[in-house]
Every structure is written in structure tokens, then in C-alpha cells.
């Protein structure tokens, strides 16, 4: 580094973000008092005015004279006007910093670059780094820490390495780079966290909704298969019982004054003739309708399979048909005499319901039964 000039007799007013109040007060040197008149406010006022600037160039000239001279009378107040005024400054700001500055500006703009925070100060930072003070090169890498780019982080690196001067009041401006690119780092490591953290809850809800979205189609799939299929012996047709007549009462004309009501006889309905199981009478064998059983099966009381099977067949036995449902999906049967000792039908009258799928089909014509599925199915062995 090139030998230092211009170096101040005493700190200008700045203060290590990093370090507490009180070893920033030991380290540094007492302020020169600088007689502060109050600053005009009509720059602030001009400066923001329905979102445009009004800012006169004469009066942004004069802020930048007063960084430096310690005489001037807006120099106590020149960097808050600066940062007051906001980026309509910044052209400004970066006009001043330069390494062939007077080192109090460059100093004191660099500061004021820093609290704006404005990413065109990068440029300009950047080359004011080359200036030959110390307290200069330490200010701009305080405010490289606000002003933070890919640029600004190699320039930081370059001068935690190679950079050996001290300010007057003995800060390391490569031990000061070295702390603000640690911040720099701490704070990218916590915003890369937050966005992995964020990318796997997205993540995770998009896989809870595919495995949601996947069981209901799979629900809705097995139900639209399952959907108008007939399975034989498992699916029957509902049995329709027209409903019987009741008889009609009428008023006799000779009792209309006493308000008595006399019933008149009426024709009845046929009433509808509910079948009851019971012994069968069995058929004349020379009229039998004979037939194999397929396979083992179960033999029911009543046409359907939700009740106890009252007996079992074997594959070969020979039955006789006795009935058929209205379907023609059940067979009332009863086993002949040649059946396998096995098989067997317990009920009163040794006859039991078949599906028409377990047994060869009958060669000739059966009655039809209508059998009530709701009443009690008698015991076979009472």
C-alpha cells in the first residue's frame, strides 16, 4: 500500500457498528467542537415534492464542499441532508468519492453512501478503495457492508488480505473488512435457509395433495367398476308385492241423522297368496326334471346368500328340479337317491334353494316361486 497522506489530526464523526460505545470512546480521539448552524430545511422540503425531485444543483454542490471543510457552516449537518435528501443524492454522493478526494469528503460521502444504501455507490466505492488514507479505505469498507455486491465482496476479500494501515485510532481496516464479510456471510447462510426451508414445506404439501389426489381415484375407480356388474348368485333383482285392497265403509241413508256409520259389504280384492315353506308335495317322478351338481356348493333356505346354508352338495350328485325363481338364477332342488353320502339338505321337507351357476341347467319347463325373503325362515330341526 502506498505511503499514507493527509493524515487527520483528528477522527471525524463515525462510529464501528461492530464495537460497543464505550471501546469505540476509548479508541477514539476527542471531536474537534465545529460550530453547527442550523441547516436550512427548505432542501429536505424541495427534495420530495408528489414523488420528483426539486433539489437546485447548487444546493447539492454546497453539501458536498461542506463534507469537507470544517469551517463551512453546514458542515456538522452535511451527511444527514445528504441521506434526507435520498437517491435524488446519490449522483451526487458518487461524484465525490474518488482516491485523488480530499480524504474528509471521501470519508464523510462514504458514510453517507453507506446509510443510503443505494447500489450505483458500488462503482465508486469500489475505486475509492485505492485512496492512500486509512481512516478513507476504513469508512468505505464499512459502507461496502451496506452496499453489498458480488463486486464489493471480492474488493472486501482483496483488502482483508493485503490491506496493513490503521486508522488514527487504531482500527485494522483488514480486520474490519474480515468482520463485514463475515456479517455479509451470516446473513446470506440465513436467507439461503429460509429459502430451502420454504422450497421443502412446498414440497411436502404438493406430495401430501398427489397421495390425496391418488386415493380418491383409486376410490372412484373401484367404485365405477363395480357399478351395474352382475355377479351370479351374489346379485338379485328386487321382488315387487302389489299392495291388497282394504274394504270401504259407507254412510246408510236412514242413519245419516243419527250420525251413525253402518259398513256395507264390498267386493274384496284377491288377496295376494304369500307363500309359507313347508312340506312340498313331491312330484310325479314320471314328470322329473333331473340335473348335475358342477361343483361343491352350499344349499340355501330361501333364494339369495344372505342367510345359513341348510345343506352341501358334492360335484356329480344327482338332483331333481322342483322350482325356479322368476329370474330363473335359483333352483328349488332335492337330492336323489344315488347322491353321495356326503351331501346333504336339512330341512323339513329335504329340498333347498341352488344358484343356477353351481348345477347343469334343467331340460324342460318349472314352475315359477315367489318366495317372501322378509319372513322368518323356519328351523330345520325345530
Known amino acids: ?32 467542537t465545529t460550530r453547527r448552524s442550523p441547516a436550512p430545511t427548505s432542501a429536505k422540503q424541495r427534495a420530495s415534492h408528489d414523488g420528483r425531485s426539486t433539489v437546485p444543483r447548487e444546493e447539492l454542490a454546497d453539501l458536498i464542499v461542506a463534507l469537507g471543510d470544517t469551517s463551512h457552516p453546514r458542515h456538522a449537518s452535511a451527511v444527514n441532508d445528504l441521506v434526507a435528501l435520498g ?24 458514510e453517507a ?3 443510503l444504501g443505494d447500489g450505483r455507490t458500488s462503482g465508486p466505492l469500489i475505486q475509492a478503495l485505492q485512496h492512500p488514507n486509512s481512516n478513507v479505505r476504513w469508512s468505505i469498507v464499512q459502507a461496502l457492508g451496506q452496499v453489498s455486491d458480488m463486486r464489493a465482496m471480492l474488493e ?20 474490519t473488512a474480515q468482520s463485514v464479510l463475515d456479517e455479509l456471510g451470516r446473513r446470506s447462510v440465513w436467507g439461503q435457509g429460509l429459502e430451502l426451508i420454504k422450497t421443502a414445506v412446498v414440497a411436502g404439501l404438493m406430495i401430501v395433495a398427489l397421495i390425496l389426489s391418488f386415493s380418491v381415484i383409486t376410490s372412484l375407480r373401484a367404485e365405477l367398476e363395480r357399478f351395474g356388474r352382475f355377479i351370479p348368485g351374489e346379485t338379485e333383482f328386487p321382488q315387487f308385492t302389489l299392495p291388497t285392497a282394504l274394504p270401504t265403509t259407507t254412510t246408510d241413508s236412514t242413519a245419516a241423522g243419527s250420525g251413525y256409520v253402518v259398513p256395507q259389504p264390498t267386493t274384496l280384492a284377491q288377496p295376494t297368496v304369500e307363500p309359507v315353506l313347508g312340506p312340498t308335495a313331491l312330484p310325479n317322478l314320471a314328470t322329473e326334471l333331473t340335473g348335475t351338481v358342477l361343483q361343491e356348493a352350499n344349499v340355501r333356505p330361501v333364494p339369495n346368500t344372505d342367510n345359513q346354508p341348510i345343506g352341501r352338495v358334492s360335484p356329480g350328485d344327482e338332483i331333481i328340479f322342483l322350482a325356479r325363481t322368476a329370474n330363473s338364477q335359483w333352483y328349488l332342488i332335492r337330492l336323489a337317491d344315488d347322491a353321495v353320502s356326503g351331501s346333504t339338505i336339512n330341512s323339513l321337507d329335504g329340498t333347498g334353494w341352488i344358484s343356477q351357476a353351481l348345477v347343469s341347467a334343467p331340460t324342460g319347463d318349472l314352475e315359477v316361486r315367489q318366495v317372501d325373503l322378509s319372513a322368518p325362515i323356519p328351523d330345520a330341526n325345530p
Open 156 to 175: 472486501l476479500r482483496r483488502v482483508a488480505r493485503t490491506d496493513q494501515g490503521r486508522t488514527t485510532w487504531g482500527e485494522s481496516v483488514a480486520e
Open 113 to 115: 453512501a453507506g446509510r
Open 87 to 110: 437517491p435524488v443524492a446519490v449522483p451526487a454522493i458518487c461524484d465525490a468519492l474518488g482516491p485523488n478526494k480530499s480524504w474528509l469528503t471521501v470519508y464523510r460521502a462514504a
Open 1 to 32: 500500500m502506498t505511503s499514507e497522506r493527509e493524515e487527520p489530526t483528528e477522527k471525524p464523526v463515525q462510529r464501528d457498528p461492530g464495537r460497543s460505545p464505550k471501546a469505540s470512546a476509548a479508541k477514539e480521539p476527542p471531536e474537534r
